[in-house]
């Protein structure tokens, strides 16, 4: 097998690029600055087959600096793969056999789609400096131009990462009847300070490079050293801290310079693999990218910042009907995991079906392209919903005998809005859905659940509660569920005046530390006791706050809060017995309560 | 009282630049390179009179593009001060009534200190691109060249952030005699590769100025824009992003541009406060710094590399005698808090007397010029030791009737090396110190506690004990004390194996859950006991891992732990009694345990 057949085993091709024309005639195409282009040109790829209804479509949003050709290789002789591979193809995430996936070049760009280098009919000579400003929501409605000449009638889901993502949100804010997912990956509601200083930079680096002359340089020379400057900065923003210093141990061998960055050597140089590893990342972007098209997109993008032009990012989606998949990444600084955050919020806060992921990478931005993998098992089941609404799952672990379940699924009305911390694989949500059509979403750490409860069509936020809820809004859920956790915070009280705030009613299980076992193991045994429900040892255990049922209703008392319901749930035959005979707090191993802030 | 009167009111002043010459005949002055320079001019400041045995010498190194007007103000028009102004002067930290006090303009600078800009006598015209590469090494020497010019026979104490943090390191290495103290602050044994990335970007952007013509400029065009690219992007990487997102605010009112700024709009410009504010900071620059100097003295801190130079930080720090502050700022991202814990690790690794503090600050690596007053805090406490050693502290909360402390004392050999984990006030290592001369080293969380160590000048690392000993070499200590914290751990088994990976015995203090007052609160009220010993209600105890003397014994017999010493300690008539008769786990209240692994 030739190294390129390797390469390309597991990939699709050849594909194609293909062309669309269209002319604006008089009207033009109208720009949000204001001014027009008469026609609009746009290169794409498309795999996989559109099927009778027209709405087996998967759209994918290119990112700054790449272009149409997300999957597959163009000829036998490649020695790359489309930019994400990884998740798009026969058998992946991203279902070629199942889906119709189109990318297309973007607007301003310089790979076959308009953008500054294109001849200006009116002059007939490239645009240059004369390029209208375009933006983001420019960018999607030309894609919506496509979408249309390929006669697409629905879009099962968007996805886009980094400049992407911002693609994909106003896909989702203007055509939202036409779409039924949105996936999110390292993206943010605008960028940052910090990020956009960098962008300053970059920008000067380029406009004040004299071969620029305002942008008209098509016919002399290109500005080639400040935007291979500009791409050294920027690709250091992709990476981490944590990423280059594993890269570039400073120990390393010194290699030997290539030849694109011996012509760039200074007096000054170390002859470090990292000096030469950007000027190679400089040079080689010079080769396959026009400045002008790269100070376009980086204003689109500079300027994009949602809550500026919708007033609050609540406003800008409250009018979204698509389910959302939010992912964003540990190391990444450039759309930080905060920032990601805010989407997510804004979306639990316009009541929206949000599930939010935190993965832990060491490639910083970059690692939306580099670890498809991994980004694959999530988006791969966010596709691929299980819809079998009849199999209600197996939640009898909660409680043994199901009267806990009974109380809980008596006090929960249809269409309730209920937050599930520490949900687990989701099953609970999923067959309080099936029964009570309720709007769940779940909170949960462990990223296996989340899986699960993604391929159950459980919304679900990846979150550690011990960090607090401070980004719920007030009263957003009729009922919270905290099953068997509280005994786990840092914090109980602190967590439990949380939910209190973002939910009516707080349905909450523990394990009673006021169970004759447990006292009679500390009496007689003189050691820290070890039951069923309390399986660990002293040094292991995550149960860090303990409590006996009376601790529980003292707390309630002096914090204000009524027991609505209250059950206790026992296997033991004497437990039983003094639950019977009314000593619940000796009786008691389970207990489920009901409880509220009084004033309700 | 005018503007700068009212600037100037706790600024000593007027002070003076002044200026010393030294020719170095035949042989120069010889730089690390192998160049040498025929003669050093030095600019620099002082403030404070030199004592008769001229050894109250408080020596500060210059960071980067600061210089020596460190303090103080050159005329009453003045508008600024020196550049750690809050940190020296009258009553202040560093307290020129008490030293004196001496800054210089460093080697390769541009403000009277030799330079590229002199004037260099082969030639009769500026060095240029001439100028030898210059290390941090060669400006500790320069400066060594001036203090033997002031007479002074010994310096009490060498201070340096960032840049000057890798001078007063190389002071320590290269004169270990000479010096009693050092404080390093934002600094770090190396540029991380992410640093040095940018430090790359920056030097080609000035290198590729046109005008920039090899270093040799100055009879021509200086490299301005160049030059300007380079400081806005450096500025960025001084504050955080945190910072920056709080001082420009998209939502901020758009700001007009200042003059300074308007020559260099790009048709890209989107008109917000960052863009004015980073062009601002270019420009400003440019009027004060020298191309050449900038790119010399960035190349000394790109090269500086202290593992490289001495095969590990342990080697290079091997030889210093001083004690050592070293204080790291929580959102530097250019020196950041990991890379200056790596200096920390280095000295307790050698043994040395070494303080570390984590500063929170949102001001990024600019913090250690603005948080003058609160680094004056740890830093004043630093130069201004108590000496009086008899006074040894109240030590007596430790065990109320003192059998434990006796205990402890006894098994304690003299010069024995202590690790204090949770030392609170360091009242007990200062107590050890007088009474054994132990060399100890606390480990403490709370800033206040670690302020009153540095009084007693008792050595401190600020670290949550949750994170581990991972940076502590095996077998480091002969004792460590663990007093009354276990319980409040994460992972108790975890911390104590790591305990005694780094000391030969742990004596561990605890309160016993299994103490009749403790059992009988939980059988007979069936509440979560509350005493002396545990204040706390169920939900607020930093308790989190309770255990009883016996769950304690079986641990350290299942982990192969040998229990060297125990000691019970109570207040309570019953308690005493119970011990008394044998019943240990049903007696003790608190208890003292003296373990080791048992393979010793």
Redesign the interface.
């Known amino acids: 097998m030739r190294m390129s057949e390797f390469l390309h085993k597991d990939s699709l091709g050849p594909v194609v690029e293909q062309d669309m024309h269209k002319d604006f005639g008089e009207d033009g195409f109208k720009l949000e600055c204001g001014e027009t282009l008469p026609a609009l040109d746009i290169r794409f790829e498309t795999y996989g087959t559109l099927n009778e209804t027209a709405d087996n479509v998967v759209w994918i949003c290119s990112p700054l600096t790449a272009d149409a050709h997300v999957a597959g290789f163009h000829s036998k002789e490649d020695k790359h793969v489309g930019w994400w591979d990884a998740l798009i193809g026969k058998g992946k995430a991203v279902d070629t056999d199942k889906f119709f996936v189109v990318c297309s070049n973007i607007l301003g760009g310089c790979k076959g789609t308009t953008g500054p280098a294109s001849i200006n009919p009116k002059t007939g000579k490239p645009y240059g400096?004369k390029f209208p400003?375009i933006s983001i929501g420019d960018m999607v409605r030309t894609q919506k131009v496509l979408a249309d000449y390929l006669g697409i009638k629905h879009i099962y889901a968007v996805i886009g990462g980094s400049m992407g993502g911002f693609q994909a949100m106003k896909w989702g804010i203007f055509y939202p009847d036409f779409i039924e997912r949105l996936v999110i990956i390292a993206s943010s509601p605008?960028f940052?300070?910090?990020a956009?200083?960098?962008e300053?930079?970059a920008?000067?680096?380029i406009?004040?490079d004299?071969n620029f002359n305002?942008?008209d340089y098509y016919e002399s020379e290109f500005p080639r050293?400040g935007l291979a400057?500009a791409r050294?900065?920027a690709h250091?923003t992709y990476?981490s801290?944590e990423g280059?210093?594993q890269?570039?141990k400073?120990?390393a061998a010194k290699e030997a310079h290539t030849k694109a960055t011996q012509a760039?050597a200074?007096?000054?140089d170390?002859n470090?693999p990292?000096?030469s590893y950007?000027?190679y990342q400089g040079a080689k972007f010079v080769e396959r990218f026009d400045a002008n098209s790269y100070?376009q997109i980086?204003?689109a993008t500079?300027?994009f910042?949602l809550?500026?032009e919708y007033g609050s990012l609540e406003k800008a989606f409250e009018g979204i009907h698509a389910d959302v998949l939010n992912i964003n990444l540990s190391s990444d600084?450039l759309f930080?995991p905060d920032e990601s955050r805010k989407i997510t919020t804004a979306f639990l806060n316009t009541k929206k079906n949000i599930t939010s992921l935190e993965y832990d990478t060491a490639f910083g931005h970059d690692g939306f392209l580099i670890e498809g993998n991994k980004l694959g098992k999530s988006i791969g089941r966010f596709l691929n919903v299980s819809n079998s609404k009849s199999k209600t799952s197996n939640i009898s672990t909660i409680f043994s005998d199901g009267v806990a379940l009974k109380l809980l699924q008596n006090f929960i009305k249809e269409n309730d809005r209920i937050l599930d911390l520490g949900c687990g694989d989701g099953s609970l949500l999923a067959t309080l859905k099936a029964q009570k059509n309720v709007q769940g979403i779940g909170i949960e750490k462990d990223e296996t659940c989340i899986l699960s409860c993604i391929h159950k069509d459980v919304p679900v936020l990846q979150k550690d509660l011990d960090k607090g809820l401070n980004d719920i809004a007030e009263n957003s859920f009729d009922l919270a569920i905290l099953n068997r956790t509280l005994q786990e915070m840092r914090?109980?009280?602190g967590l439990l005046q949380e939910i209190l705030r973002v939910a009516k009613y707080v349905a909450i299980t523990f394990p009673n530390?006021?169970n004759w076992s447990?006292?009679s193991a500390?009496?007689f045994?003189?050691?820290?006791p070890k039951s069923k429900e309390l399986p660990y040892e002293?040094?292991?255990?995550p149960n860090?706050?303990?409590?006996?049922?009376?601790?529980f209703t003292?707390?309630c008392e002096k914090q204000g809060l009524k027991i609505e319901k209250m059950v206790i749930d026992n296997d033991d035959a004497l437990s039983k017995g003094l639950t019977a005979i009314g000593l619940k707090?000796?009786g008691a191993e389970r207990v489920l309560a009901i409880i509220s802030k009084k004033d309700l």
């Open positions: 400096s400003k605008r940052s300070s910090q956009l200083g960098f300053i930079v920008r000067d680096v406009t004040q004299p305002g942008g050293i400057n050294k900065l250091i990476l801290a280059m210093e890269k570039f400073r120990a760039y200074t007096p000054f170390m470090i990292l000096e950007l000027r100070l980086a204003h500079d300027t910042d809550e500026s600084w930080p914090d109980p009280l530390f006021g447990v006292r500390l009496l045994r003189g050691r820290m002293w040094y292991n255990t860090i706050h303990l409590f006996t049922l009376r601790d003292r707390l707090n000796l």
